[in-house]
């Protein structure tokens, strides 16, 4: 039997989800803005980047992650430079509780930290509220509590609209809730990084709570582009994880990523990126982050939308991940350090 023709893809439109509690309506493809603040990911280029949002907004994508530390304010600047004047067609979603010094990132999720940073992110986003506002990561030298506290003052005062964590656990949600309440998770989230399946992703959806799954790409590596002889240069993040660093176990996962793009192209006629972004919005109300630094870099959005995978498709897709992974990494290696440590 021959493969289905390549999907002739249109644009259609974006898929939209609540925040429940909330009146913010997001779409459930979202900008991520991490590469575009340049550290980690080998510099920027603000034209290209300012391009990039308008791109997005224009395609119906109206949800734009961003947090200080990309770039150290970097990227922050540049959203508010790009929704100079159209502030109202997205939803800002950025975060708090990470402190930077000489170039080292640490945790600081103080009550003190976080009505200092609401302040520096407000001035450069250009903006008088923040639609999403998260806890980057939790600071186990500070009482969740504390965090939760801080988090419900601005709440209460208007500066922000909905209340997030982002890399938190069930036991850390629960102590936040009995202080403030909790609208959003952000938290990794791929085929290849799965580990709030557990308990994160069925607490959330028990308890009204919208996921952001970032990384839906895999930092690149879902996309089909990556080889296993490709290299990263400078401060690039993908130098320090495993998945790449290790050129034996990065060969596994390029035949990983072989075997489910040829999966996507026989059953649906699409390609591997497809896939991986229509694996997230398909594990329920979820929503795939999408980093991007280019407008062409969106261009694919289109081929993850307006179809489903079926449970004989997920069945596959497990098969082929625990036929090439047997035991698959997940993304610790980007946790900061607490502050003792830095």
């Known amino acids: 039997m021959s493969a289905p023709a390549p999907a002739q893809i249109s644009a259609p439109d974006i898929e939209f989800v609540g925040i429940p509690a909330t009146s913010l309506k997001v779409s459930r493809i979202g900008l991520g803005t991490w590469a575009m603040g340049g550290w980690m990911w080998g510099g920027t280029d603000q034209k290209d980047s300012i391009a990039t949002i308008h791109a997005a907004l224009d395609q119906g994508i109206n949800l734009i992650d961003t947090a200080p530390v990309y770039g150290f304010g970097v990227s922050e600047t540049i959203v508010g430079a790009a929704l100079a004047g159209i502030r109202s067609e997205a939803v800002i979603a950025t975060k708090a509780g990470l402190e930077w010094r000489g170039g080292k990132v640490f945790r600081n999720a103080s009550r003190v930290r976080i009505l200092q940073e609401v302040d520096d992110s407000l001035r450069r986003l250009h ?3 923040i639609d999403i506002y998260q806890v980057h ?3 186990p030298q500070v009482g969740i509590e504390e965090t939760a506290e801080a988090m419900r003052t601005l709440f209460d005062q208007g500066k922000i ?4 964590v982002s890399n938190f656990s069930v036991d ?3 102590r936040f809730r009995r202080v403030a309440p909790l609208h959003v998770l952000q938290s990794p989230y791929n085929l290849f990084e ?3 399946e557990a308990d994160v992703l069925p607490y959330c959806r028990e308890n009204q709570i919208a996921t952001l799954g970032y990384g839906a790409l895999c930092r690149g590596l879902l996309s089909g582009r990556m080889k296993t002889y490709t290299r990263f240069e400078g401060d690039d993040l993908r130098r320090t994880d495993p998945k790449f660093a290790d050129m034996q176990l990065r ?5 990983a990523v072989h075997a489910l793009d040829a999966l996507a192209q ?3 006629g699409r390609d591997v990126l497809s896939l991986a972004v229509r694996w997230v919005l398909d594990r329920g109300p979820t929503v795939a982050l999408w980093g991007a630094r280019r407008p062409e870099q969106l261009d694919a959005i289109a081929g993850a939308l307006a179809w489903n995978l079926d449970a004989q498709a997920m069945k596959e897709i497990d098969d082929i991940l625990e036929h090439e992974l ?7 290696f980007m946790a900061p350090p607490e502050r003792a440590a830095a």
């Open 326 to 332: 047997d035991a698959p990494l997940g993304p610790e």
């Open 266 to 268: 026989q059953r649906f």
């Open 251 to 255: 060969s596994r996962y390029v035949r």
């Open 194 to 196: 799965r580990e709030i």
């Open 172 to 174: 850390q949600m629960k």
């Open 161 to 164: 609209r909905a209340i997030g």
């Open 137 to 139: 990561w939790p600071d």
């Open 127 to 129: 903006t008088d509220y």
